[in-house]
């Protein structure tokens, strides 16, 4: 229970066990016989305090004094149905933003929001949206905070010598530093979908036992906005290209793109693209294949903590 009639500054400070027991007592002097004004003075509360404990004790007897729990009660948390939020799941897969009339051309938190909003009619929060996304899967990674997996001593001076200059050059040109991500995913129908942690393929069995290849190709700003687009064919330079279009669009500044060096990057047509936009955008490749590059190693996470 709060102190939500005890007016008095000190009445607020007491947990709930102690603004309990001061009811308590409110409860025994007035089966004394003292009067309200009297057991004011006595307990240090206001009078209409005291009134309210009254009240609330004839009206329902000590039971009625118990603190409650604050907030909802277990499994109330979530404010979304799990019909909606299947029914969202299955949107943004299927959909990007701006194919379903809104003003994003890639998935964000505040796209998610949005939506949310549009289907749903409900005013999230962007943590709330965060968290849902976060238990749905759509958990992109920066490559560069990973576990190390190939050529660390290759990171760390791409790092020291490539990175610094990297981030100069975005603020110079009031642009964006970008760190791209690619993750394959295993979905079926979403009302069947597993979760697995952040950093783990989720995978899910669909009924017939069927499973749909998912991949979601993502980039993460140094302050953490994320935005994705979820594809269910083969991963080419076709959807990159898509991609990179629809960062370009949602972004607004120039996007300083770091990848992880894989083949798609490097093909003819992605270069030709990227050519044709470099006012628009530049990829930088982490050396070698390394996707998985830093966890627990504090020198990697504050270089890659540096923000533009």
């Excluded at 089966?31 to 305090?49: C, M, P």
């Excluded at 799941?89 to 939506?115: G, N, T, Y």
């Excluded at 994320?226 to 080419?236: G, K, L, T, Y």
């Amino acid at each position: 229970m709060v102190c939500e009639f005890m007016d008095n500054d000190d009445a607020r400070r007491l947990t709930s066990a102690e603004q309990h027991e001061r009811r308590r007592q409110v409860v025994r002097a007035h089966q004394r016989g003292r009067t309200r004004t009297q057991i004011a003075a006595d307990v240090g509360l206001s009078y209409t305090a005291v009134s309210k404990t009254i009240d609330r004790y004839e009206a329902g007897g000590m039971a009625a004094l118990a603190p409650q729990r604050r907030g909802r009660r277990q499994g109330q948390q979530r404010v979304l149905s799990a019909e909606q939020e299947a029914r969202l799941q299955q949107m943004i897969c299927d959909h990007r933003p701006e194919q379903l009339k809104m003003d994003f051309a890639l998935w964000s938190r505040a796209a998610v929001m949005q939506l949310i909003e549009r289907e749903c009619g409900m005013a999230l929060q962007v943590r709330s949206v965060g968290k849902s996304l976060a238990r749905w899967g759509f958990t992109p990674q920066k490559p560069i905070r990973r576990a190390y997996e190939q050529s660390p001593a290759a990171v760390l001076a791409w790092l020291d010598t490539q990175y610094p200059a990297l981030a100069e050059r975005a603020k110079a040109e009031k642009g964006e530093i970008h760190w791209g991500d690619e993750t394959a995913l295993v979905n079926t129908d979403v009302r069947g979908r597993s979760f697995a942690p952040k950093g783990r393929t989720p995978v899910a069995r669909a009924v017939g036992g069927t499973r749909q290849k998912l991949s979601m190709i993502a980039s993460i700003t140094n302050q953490g906005k994320a935005r994705w687009m979820i594809i269910d064919e083969a991963f080419n330079h076709e959807r990159l290209i898509a991609f990179f279009e629809a960062l370009v669009k949602d972004a607004g500044c120039k996007v300083f793109l770091i990848l992880d060096n894989l083949s798609v990057h490097h093909g003819k047509p992605v270069k030709e693209w990227v050519a044709r936009h470099k006012e628009a955008i530049e990829l930088f490749d982490l050396p070698s294949y390394s996707p998985e590059l830093i966890h627990g190693c504090p020198r990697l996470a504050r270089l890659s903590r540096m923000t533009v």
